[in-house]
C-alpha cells in the first residue's frame, strides 16, 4: 500500500515557506524503495518524479599495497622463523670451539688458550674477541642475545639472532615480498673468512630452509594463505563497525589504510 508523507519544512527560525513537498511511498521492496515526490512551489506549480532509493552495504576499498602485505608478510617472517629454528644440521668441531670462544668474551670471561684468537688473526680482523662478540650479538636494532656457545650446534642458530630477526615487507612496485635478515649476519664484518666462504656457508643454510631454497612453497603454506584471505582490498561493514568507523575518524581524523587496520582489529 502506498503511504504519503508530509516534507514541508518546519524551522520556526525560518520564514514561513510557500513550497510544499510530498512523497508517496509507492512500493518497498526491502533495499530499494520506489517513491513518487511531488514539489508544488509558491506560484502554484507542481512537479512529480519518480525515485528509486537504494539502501547499500557501506563497503571500505583498501588500495593500499603495504596495508594490505602486512599480514602476508608476518606470516612469511614466521615461517622462515620456525623453519629457521627447526634445522636440524649440526656445525663443524671447530665452528663450535668458535661458538664457544664468543661466548665467553661476550660474558666478559677468558677463553681457554686453544680457542683464544692469536695476535696475527686479531690483527687481521682489526678487531679483538670482546669487539667481535658484541658486533655479532649486541649491533644492529635487534635486542641483544647472549650466544650459545658450545652448546649450541645446529646450523644458523647459535644467538637465535638470524632466526628471529626476519624482515618481511610487501613490496607493491615490484609485485614481490622483500626479506631482510640481520644485517650483521651475512657480513664479512662478522665472518672470520674469506668472501667464498661466506658464500659457500650461504649457499648451505638457504640448503636447509625449505622457504629460502623455494619460495614457492610459501605460497602453499597454511599460513600464508589464511593471511591472505583475511587481507581483502574490499570489506563490507556491519553497521556497528561502520558507525565505529565514522566516530573514530572524525575525532582523530586518521587516514583510510588506518581505519581498515582498525576494521581489522575489529574482526570485520
Same mark, same amino acid.
Not at 668474551?105 to 683464544?116: D, E
Given at each position: 500500500?502506498?503511504?504519503?508523507?508530509?516534507?514541508?519544512?518546519?524551522?520556526?527560525?525560518?520564514?514561513?515557506?510557500?513550497?510544499?513537498?510530498?512523497?508517496?511511498?509507492?512500493?518497498?521492496?526491502?533495499?530499494?524503495?520506489?517513491?513518487?515526490?511531488?514539489?508544488?512551489?509558491?506560484?502554484?506549480?507542481?512537479?512529480?518524479?519518480?525515485?528509486?532509493?537504494?539502501?547499500?552495504?557501506?563497503?571500505?576499498?583498501?588500495?593500499?599495497?603495504?596495508?594490505?602485505?602486512?599480514?602476508?608478510?608476518?606470516?612469511?617472517?614466521?615461517?622462515?622463523?620456525?623453519?629457521? @629454528?627447526?634445522?636440524?644440521?649440526?656445525?663443524?668441531?671447530?665452528?663450535?670451539?668458535?661458538?664457544?670462544?664468543?661466548?665467553?668474551?661476550?660474558?666478559?670471561?677468558?677463553?681457554?688458550?686453544?680457542?683464544?684468537?692469536?695476535?696475527?688473526?686479531?690483527?687481521?680482523?682489526?678487531?679483538?674477541?670482546?669487539?667481535?662478540?658484541?658486533?655479532?650479538?649486541?649491533?644492529?636494532?635487534?635486542?641483544?642475545?647472549?650466544?650459545?656457545?658450545?652448546?649450541?650446534?645446529?646450523?644458523?642458530?647459535?644467538?637465535?639472532?638470524?632466526?628471529?630477526?626476519?624482515?618481511?615487507?610487501?613490496?607493491?612496485?615490484?609485485?614481490?615480498?622483500?626479506?631482510?635478515?640481520?644485517?650483521?649476519?651475512?657480513?664479512?664484518?662478522?665472518? @672470520?673468512?674469506?668472501?667464498?666462504?661466506?658464500?659457500?656457508?650461504?649457499?648451505?643454510?638457504?640448503?636447509?630452509?625449505?622457504?629460502?631454497?623455494?619460495?614457492?612453497?610459501?605460497?602453499?603454506?597454511?599460513?600464508?594463505?589464511?593471511?591472505?584471505?583475511?587481507?581483502?582490498?574490499?570489506?563490507?561493514?556491519?553497521?556497528?563497525?561502520?558507525?565505529?568507523?565514522?566516530?573514530?575518524?572524525?575525532?582523530?581524523?586518521?587516514?583510510?589504510?588506518?581505519?581498515?587496520? @582498525? @576494521?581489522?582489529?575489529?574482526?570485520?
Amino acid at each position: 500500500m502506498a503511504t504519503q508523507q508530509d516534507r514541508t519544512p518546519l524551522l520556526p527560525l525560518t520564514p514561513p515557506s510557500q513550497v510544499h513537498q510530498t512523497t508517496v511511498v509507492l512500493c518497498d521492496y526491502g533495499g530499494t524503495v520506489l517513491s513518487q515526490r511531488s514539489r508544488t512551489a509558491g506560484s502554484g506549480r507542481t512537479s512529480v518524479r519518480m525515485t528509486l532509493d537504494i539502501k547499500a552495504t557501506p563497503l571500505l576499498a583498501n588500495l593500499n599495497g603495504v596495508e594490505l602485505g602486512r599480514g602476508p608478510s608476518e606470516a612469511i617472517r614466521a615461517i622462515l622463523e620456525d623453519q629457521s @629454528l627447526n634445522i636440524t644440521a649440526t656445525v663443524t668441531p671447530a665452528t663450535s670451539l668458535f661458538r664457544e670462544r664468543m661466548k665467553r668474551a661476550y660474558l666478559g670471561q677468558t677463553a681457554p688458550s686453544k680457542t683464544r684468537l692469536s695476535r696475527g688473526a686479531q690483527v687481521a680482523i682489526k678487531r679483538s674477541d670482546a669487539d667481535l662478540a658484541r658486533e655479532r650479538y649486541a649491533a644492529g636494532r635487534m635486542t641483544p642475545r647472549v650466544p650459545g656457545g658450545k652448546g649450541a650446534v645446529r646450523v644458523g642458530i647459535d644467538s637465535g639472532r638470524l632466526a628471529r630477526g626476519w624482515f618481511v615487507r610487501q613490496n607493491p612496485k615490484e609485485g614481490a615480498w622483500t626479506i631482510n635478515s640481520p644485517a650483521n649476519r651475512f657480513s664479512l664484518d662478522t665472518w @672470520l673468512g674469506d668472501a667464498a666462504s661466506l658464500q659457500a656457508w650461504i649457499t648451505r643454510f638457504v640448503s636447509l630452509v625449505p622457504a629460502l631454497r623455494d619460495p614457492r612453497t610459501i605460497l602453499t603454506d597454511r599460513r600464508f594463505q589464511d593471511a591472505l584471505a583475511k587481507s581483502p582490498p574490499v570489506v563490507k561493514l556491519t553497521r556497528s563497525n561502520w558507525q565505529v568507523l565514522k566516530d573514530w575518524a572524525k575525532s582523530t581524523g586518521q587516514s583510510a589504510a588506518q581505519a581498515s587496520a @582498525l @576494521l581489522r582489529n575489529l574482526g570485520v
